[in-house]
């Protein structure tokens, strides 16, 4: 039996537990009554501008022509370039890219600003070129692009008939090691002799897409490089029998997203082929090109509006994932066009039309149309030489945009995008440039067409690689 002792000193713990416990209440209490101070701290984070470094835009240059193997080619004629510069007096120096092997013929070229020279986006080039050679014949225009990690190219053809060939330049001073995967309308093409390719600095490299997809009739290019960066362009040419039928030099398209626009679509003759048509074959109607590259499904409605108002019309698609799909875009009057489309999933686009001769003719010219992102606040565009020339905005936001467009000839002139509407500004002919303000969150294109001639260019802006990087050191 424990002494008295052991029980005061027990009795004591319980009189201290339970004093613990009721000033644990009280304090809880006090809690509920008294509040917290409120105390939030801001993660450190530092900007830091890079340093400045030369600003690159790369021409494809002239149309290029397989030679007997595909190691050969040579070119077909030469291009005008057009570059812009924002202020006028930068200068941007044109350095010629080594030629792609099997050819001594000078092809792409690079314009380089001095560092510091120009704000993002503020050097732009652009290309164009009529064809009329017995192997190939048609316009074509292309802006010189940035240089990328990771490009979308929609368009082109390898059937009998259609030649495609991807142009890669590396204006840096490193290798860049490309992959280049292509999908077709039954899935993605086992290609290994696409990966791992060598693009040397100050160099270019030429892929024919028949070697990598023979006989696909809507292929998707998907480039991807390391160590360095490329400049892609696909150049397609198009033959019946012994007539050509149109050439074009097709640019990037948006990546990979759930809505995509393409503006400036342009219909040079009525007619065109029922959305449900189920043998739509060949490049004479009005088309869509839509891929989602990813494990599901899509289901995406397509708008097609005029861009000079009036009724459009809309039909749903369902995008089998992987497998590309050419779609009619419908019986269309002439005229320009704005093709918007929204999905439950991602995807790329970019439309097709053609112009003919007339009556029931093979097309004498045709064009592609990429999606385009959206444009900064203010955008440098150079306006290549050809015929028709426009310069075609979109809207897709809930109220109107006023910009204003300055060109050479014309100077400043301001420009009224509705909401859900679209607009387009007359360039001049002879090339120059156009410089966009106020013009956020619009969409924008070229477009040229003239007697048997038909291109588009989208005007895309600038990549990330100029803008401040925050750091969050640990």
């Not at 489309?341 to 045709?366: C, M, Q």
Request: with cysteine; net charge negative; charged share 15%.
């Amino acid at each position: 039996m424990p002494d008295s002792r052991t029980l005061l000193r027990a009795g004591g713990r319980g009189v201290a537990v339970l004093g613990a416990a009721v000033l644990t209440v009280a304090a809880f209490g006090a809690a509920a009554i008294v509040p917290w101070p409120e105390h939030r701290a801001e993660p450190l984070a530092r900007s830091i501008q890079p340093a400045e470094s030369r600003t690159l835009r790369v021409c494809p240059g002239p149309m290029l022509e397989l030679g007997d193997d595909a190691e050969s080619v040579s070119t077909l004629g030469s291009a005008r370039i057009v570059t812009a510069t924002q202020p006028a007096d930068a200068g941007a120096e044109r350095v010629v890219l080594a030629p792609p092997r099997g050819t001594e013929d000078d092809v792409a070229v690079s314009l380089v600003t001095d560092p510091g020279a120009v704000d993002a986006g503020m050097l732009a080039g652009a290309q164009s070129q009529r064809l009329t050679t017995e192997t190939a014949a048609g316009f074509l225009a292309a802006g010189c692009a940035e240089p990328l990690a990771d490009a979308w190219l929609a368009g082109g053809s390898t059937e009998l008939g259609r030649s495609t060939m991807l142009l890669l330049a590396n204006p840096g001073e490193v290798a860049a090691t490309v992959d280049v995967r292509v999908h077709s309308e039954t899935g993605p093409v086992e290609a290994p002799s696409g990966l791992g390719l060598i693009v040397q600095p100050g160099g270019q490299r030429v892929i024919s897409i028949a070697g990598l997809a023979p006989g696909a009739a809507a292929p998707v290019v998907h480039v991807t490089s390391t160590g360095g960066t490329v400049a892609a362009t696909l150049e397609q040419t198009s033959i019946d029998v012994l007539t050509p039928t149109g050439a074009e030099l097709i640019g990037t398209t948006a990546p990979p997203a759930k809505r995509q626009t393409i503006t400036g679509v342009v219909v040079p003759q009525a007619g065109g082929i029922a959305v449900d048509e189920d043998h739509a074959e060949g490049d004479a109607h009005p088309s869509l090109r839509l891929l989602a590259p990813g494990t599901d499904a899509v289901e995406a409605a397509v708008s097609v509006v005029p861009e000079a108002g009036g009724e459009g019309s809309v039909f749903n698609v369902v995008l089998q994932p992987g497998q590309v799909s050419d779609i009619p875009l419908g019986e269309l009057a002439a005229g320009e066009y704005t093709v918007r489309i929204d999905a439950d999933g991602e995807f790329v686009a970019a439309a097709r039309t053609a112009t003919t001769a007339g009556g029931d003719e093979p097309p004498s010219d045709f064009a592609w149309f990429p999606a385009s992102l959206p444009l900064l606040e203010e955008t440098l565009i150079a306006v290549p030489r050809g015929p028709g020339a426009k310069l075609h905005f979109a809207n897709t936001g809930d109220a109107d945009v006023e910009a204003s467009v300055t060109t050479d000839d014309d100077g400043e002139r301001r420009v009224t995008v509705p909401a859900g509407g679209a607009v387009s500004v007359p360039m001049p002919g002879g090339g120059g440039s156009a410089f966009v303000a106020d013009g956020a969150g619009l969409f924008a294109s070229l477009s040229f067409a003239g007697d048997r001639q038909l291109a588009g260019v989208a005007v895309q802006p600038p990549g990330p690689l100029d803008s401040p990087i925050v750091v969050y050191p640990r």
